[in-house]
């Protein structure tokens, strides 16, 4: 069921070392990059159906495109922020194979015609940045970076400091400039992002690291895995009530449930699967019965109520508790809220206190009416995401463990 | 009171500049470079900052309370941070926590953080912001001695 792509390095001891690194694939793929014009590397990215993994899901090479009628100086802008609960993927790579990154960094700005790049690292991945740091030194050494590179390519790591909002990619451009980590409003046509003014290519770490292969071995190679509409390969992890908690690569279109029994090991302690929060914790929670028919892939998890997110699967066992998992989650997002739209910063506060009501069993229904209008009142009514997020959250468990909610009201 | 930079921090700024297209960019990297040096983001090191950036005092203000890892007070004890969000609730991070504020909080400050990426290793723990995974009572007793 595993095919390592990105994750090939990961069990290699030194894998972060650039001598390691090199006997085992890294930059390979750089000297057939630059035989090439940028828009046919471009071309390749956009024909392999690589897409974003950072939750979206968005076609990276349509992506790329976007950035051609721009001239002047171009970013490529790495999102490191990695702060889904459930989700831990992008810093295996920073600490296991940092310089696939840098090599996916290295062809990417040589497609989209930039010369430089910034990491932007969750701050409290400090020890794992440190480790992506030293590769850095070690490939400017090598000459793989800097102006004595093929290709001139500089490449800045740059540190969050604790705001799941910034994973947001205008948020985290808005934090790159120096200020609070405000999402912008959306243009009304679809665009990149601008960094001091500058057109701005901003994608998930994964996404970067899957880019050396695909340029190795062709957009058929990659194609050759997952399903027609979600091509290729994921780091899907699995977290929760399981034996074996980890990231295993695997191409889209797994059965979640034989991903969970065969690679996550099952529940832990011989008990029966209630639920899973399939991609992170925004993505709507699936009960057991819907878990059973479905597949990792975007349009599966779509039409079976939820989505793919990140791959960061939380899996519950049947003695959770629903309302105390929400109470969980509703805490993350009031903490989280930014606090720039007022549904999102109000509803998140309100519905995580509403929530003490039902774990201390003193609700009423109008509190479950309430609810479920904060809910409504967060979705779609934001500069971002977030709340409707949130708001979809809420709606899954009420969707499917309503009774559990109602067994709280007096 | 005022703020200086260290020797070694001044000529990592001059470097620094040379990465960023405008300096209000620096304000992040100079921020945890004033943590660094002093545990702490005093009122003087933030004008500090505004000066290099050409910010305004209060626009480093309001950066620095976005980000929960900025200090404008500095700590009295040493930090752990336990992760409180879902997979590590699920292994027992509250039993971690009630563990910790019982038997050692007169020694280190016990926060609850939100999900900090190392949710296979549940339930986790920073000891001075070093990730332990997978901690137990008995492993916490034996580091914390």
Redesign the interface.
């Known amino acids: 069921m595993i095919k390592k792509i990105v994750s090939k390095n990961f069990d290699i001891k030194d894998s972060f070392k650039i001598d390691v690194a090199l006997k085992n694939e890294r930059y390979s793929s750089l000297a057939s990059v630059f035989e090439k014009t940028p828009l046919e590397i471009t071309e390749i990215i956009t024909l392999s159906g690589l897409r974003g993994k950072g939750g979206g899901g968005a076609s990276a090479g349509c992506k790329w495109s976007l950035l051609d009628e721009y001239s002047g100086?171009k970013y490529l802008v790495v999102n490191a922020d990695?702060?889904?609960?459930?989700?831990?993927k992008?810093?295996r790579i920073l600490s296991h194979d940092p310089h696939l990154l840098i090599e996916g960094i290295i062809a990417t700005c040589y497609a989209i015609k930039s010369h430089?790049s910034y990491i932007y690292v969750?701050?409290?991945?400090?020890?794992f940045s440190d480790i992506l740091q030293i590769a850095i030194d070690e490939a400017y050494d090598r000459d793989y970076l800097g102006k004595n590179a093929k290709y001139l390519v500089?490449i800045?790591v740059?540190?969050?400091?604790?705001?799941?909002i910034c994973g947001e990619k205008s948020a985290l451009i808005e934090?790159?400039?120096?200020?609070?980590?405000y999402p912008r409003l959306k243009p009304n046509k679809i665009s990149p992002e601008m960094?001091?003014g500058?057109a701005t290519l901003v994608n998930n770490v994964e996404t970067i690291a899957s880019v050396p292969y695909i340029l190795k071995n062709g957009a058929k190679a990659y194609r050759k895995y997952g399903t027609p509409d979600s091509p290729g390969t994921m780091l899907f992890?699995?977290?929760?009530?399981v034996n074996t908690?980890?990231?295993y690569e695997v191409p889209f279109g797994v059965s979640m449930l034989e991903y969970i029994n065969k690679l996550g090991g099952g529940i832990k302690g011989g008990k029966k699967l209630k639920a899973v929060?399939p991609g992170g914790?925004s993505t709507p929670v699936l009960p057991a019965d819907i878990v059973k028919y479905s597949s990792l892939d975007y349009e599966n998890l779509r039409d079976n109520g939820s989505a793919l997110g990140t791959g960061?699967m939380?899996v519950?066992d049947e003695d959770?508790c629903m309302v105390k998992?929400l109470k969980?989650?509703l805490?993350?997002y009031h903490?989280?809220s930014?606090g720039q739209c007022t549904p999102c910063r109000e509803g998140t506060s309100w519905s995580d206190k509403i929530l003490d009501k039902f774990v201390d069993k003193t609700a009423t229904q109008k509190d479950l009416d309430i609810l479920r209008s904060i809910s409504i009142s967060m979705n779609g009514k934001t500069i971002c995401v977030f709340a409707p997020a949130a708001s979809s959250v809420i709606d899954g468990f009420l969707k499917h463990f309503e009774s559990e909610f109602l067994e709280c009201i007096q | 009171m005022s703020f200086v930079f260290t020797k070694k921090n001044t000529l990592k700024i001059q470097e620094l500049k040379k990465?960023?297209?405008?300096k209000?960019?620096?304000?992040?990297?100079l921020?945890?470079m004033v943590q660094k040096q002093d545990n702490f983001i005093s009122e003087a090191a933030m004008k500090k900052v505004a000066d290099i950036?050409e910010?305004s005092y209060i626009h480093i203000y309001?950066?620095v309370t976005?980000?929960?890892?900025?200090r404008l007070n500095k700590p009295e004890k040493k930090i752990i941070e336990v992760c409180?969000?879902?997979?590590c609730?699920?292994?027992g991070s509250e039993d971690i926590k009630a563990y910790l504020d019982y038997n050692y909080s007169n020694e280190y400050e016990i926060l609850e953080?939100?999900?900090?990426?190392?949710?296979?290793?549940?339930p986790m723990c920073?000891l001075n912001?070093?990730?332990m995974e997978n901690v137990t009572k008995e492993e916490l007793t034996r580091v914390l001695k």
């Open positions: 100086t990695e702060s889904e609960p459930g989700t831990f992008d810093r430089i969750r701050g409290e991945y400090e020890e500089d800045v740059h540190r969050g400091a604790g705001a799941y934090s790159l400039e120096g200020n609070r980590g960094f001091f500058d992890s699995v977290s929760g009530n908690p980890g990231i929060i914790a960061g939380i519950l959770v998992a969980n989650l805490r993350f903490h989280e930014c | 990465s960023y297209p405008k209000k960019a620096l304000i992040l990297p921020l945890w950036t910010q309001g950066v976005f980000y929960t890892m900025f409180r969000t879902l997979s609730e699920l292994n953080v939100e999900c900090m990426g190392a949710c296979s290793g549940a920073t912001g070093k990730y």
